[in-house]
């Protein structure tokens, strides 16, 4: 039994709340909905950040500085001890191999091989990065390692290239 099925337990069992009973129930007349307005009707729900056409919060902040999640490598780590724990003495680990032992999951840029553990069988391994440590232990076991290529990095300035030659043609002639 879990923390949240307690809680779900505890709201089951507790009676909903009745308003709209009367004065002497404390939860009468408006049934403390406040007199007239939006909140006031029946299917009335409004948007949390919404201010009542004043400008939001949101927007009267100044946003600031650079985020580079959405330009940063998703890197996956992989420690040398799930490679003992998943894989035979003698088999090659790839990125495909351990998508299939399910070490890693679609999605990554790079994979990475972490020194955690201990290693005793032979592997060879290939992957983006190796820490020191997981080299060492996999070269020590009898492994090899093997980097595999990044990402090929984007080319900012294609305008100067063309530029180049269209520089060049004119000079040709």
């Known amino acids: 039994m879990n923390i949240n099925e307690v809680n779900a ?12 009973r009367g004065t002497g129930s404390g939860r009468g007349k408006t049934s ?3 007199h007239k307005g939006q909140g006031s009707r029946s299917g009335a729900s409004m948007n ?24 940063a490598d998703v890197v996956v780590g992989v420690n040398v001890i799930d490679l003992e724990h998943c894989f035979e003495a003698g088999e090659s680990v790839t990125p495909e191999t351990l998508n299939s032992k399910g070490l890693v999951k679609k999605g990554f840029d790079k994979i990475k091989i972490l020194g955690n553990g201990e290693l005793k069988k032979s ?26 290529p990044g990402k090929k990095p984007v080319v900012k300035n294609k305008m100067g290239t063309r530029k180049k030659n269209i520089l ?6």
């Open 9 to 20: 337990q505890a709201q089951a069992s507790r009676k909903a709340r009745r308003v709209g």
């Open 32 to 34: 403390q909905r406040g």
């Open 48 to 71: 949390p950040v919404f201010e009542g056409g004043q400008m939001p919060l949101i927007r009267r902040v100044p946003k600031r500085g650079f985020n580079n999640k959405t330009f």
């Open 123 to 148: 592997l060879s391994v290939t992957a983006h990065a190796f820490s020191v440590e997981a080299r060492k232990k996999i070269e020590a076991a009898g492994g090899k390692t093997e980097l595999l």
């Open 168 to 173: 060049a043609k004119v000079k040709a002639k």
